[in-house]
């Protein structure tokens, strides 16, 4: 008699795994009329670098980096330099991966593309040990502190034929996207500026305040427009206007810049979606150049690197929020590590955005982020649900990966 077993779908740890294939999938979706701007930027496509690792149990895992600049240096870093290290590994040891990868690139590649690649590699691989195991990764990485995370609303960018000015239709239609937020259960808005002069970007968020009312909380983010001096100004209104935190004001290698804006302001300073590892994060926190830590995940160092970001953070008393953009990859990544993120500091019962961490909930129009993945993202009463299976505990549905995908790569064993 011969027993037919279902296909196993988990590997016991002591048995062996091995990466044998890297896939990167180059994603891009015009936005056509839907173009935004940042004070930094046009975006008229969302663009992003998704990571297939394949092994030889079956298992697959995801990953994600590439989200803010262009993705193919990204991918060249993985196919060219990185993937002959990764192929063959155990992605079931991914802090000793992520140590061999870096070794690789550290005379040359500390910040940038190289460590957006390294991310990518090592969620991928943090994705696997959950599937291997049977468990979902907030539970690898210690455990969740709660099971959904209270989301803010990125929005109010320049938009369309009101980009770059403050009409009266500019100011209605920026106060009607605001209020839209609101009512979509929101009770945290992030807005931007830094891209008009400081006199028009006061009047936006003046409208903004008057739109929402005072019980909204508001965040501002300057994508690093001003000087110092100009930064003062700007921080000095967002007080006036009860704004909660004031992200990156200033260019992010000005340290010294950011440790005098947070002596001289009330307003909490946000930074770090620009810094790169333990080392880099190491230095914004020696310094004390920030209130609030925002390390992105796909960029940072993925999952391996947060462990050690967030030690260092609790050991300066700084509460961490990752900086979230991308596919439905990189929000998935955002949530686990945020439910095993421990309240900043511990209260009886924790209040959002006080001690409660919470999670950057984009609402610019994105299909990478709501159309990839079988289990779409839902704000209910203002939170948002951790994926609570292996691994990552989300699939990628391959026909939308096929629709955004523009170049595919492969490496594999020999
Ligand atoms: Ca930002």
Known sequence: MVLLCPVQSWTPIGTTMQITKIITHVLKTPLGKERFYSSQAAFPERTSLLVRLETDTGLVGWGEGGQYGPPEPVAACIHAVLGSQVLGSDPRNPAVLWERLYSMIRDFGQKGPYLEAISAIDIACWDLLGQATGLPVHTLLGGAFRESVTAYATGCYYRGEHAFGVSEDALQALADEARSYVEDGFRILKIKLGLLSIEADVRRIEVIREAIGPNVTLLADANHAYNVSNALRVGRELERLDVRWFEEPIVPEDLEGYRHLRQKLAIPIAGGECEYTRYGFRNLFAQGCVDIAQPDLCCAGGFSEFLKIQALALAHHTPVIPHVWGS???????????????????????????????????????????????????????????????????????????????????????
Not at 343 to 359: H, K
């Open 328 to 414: 439905g990859i990189a929000l998935a990544t955002a949530l686990h590590a945020l439910a095993a993120t421990p309240w900043q500091p511990y209260t009886y019962l924790p209040v959002a955005l006080q001690n409660e961490p919470v999670v950057e909930y984009d609402r610019n129009p994105n299909p990478l982020r709501d159309d990839i993945l079988e289990q779409p993202f839902k704000l209910v009463e203002g939170k948002v649900a951790v994926p609570s299976g292996p691994g990552l505990g989300v699939t990628v549905i391959g026909s939308k990966l096929d629709k955004f995908t523009v170049t595919r790569q492969e490496s594999k064993s020999s």
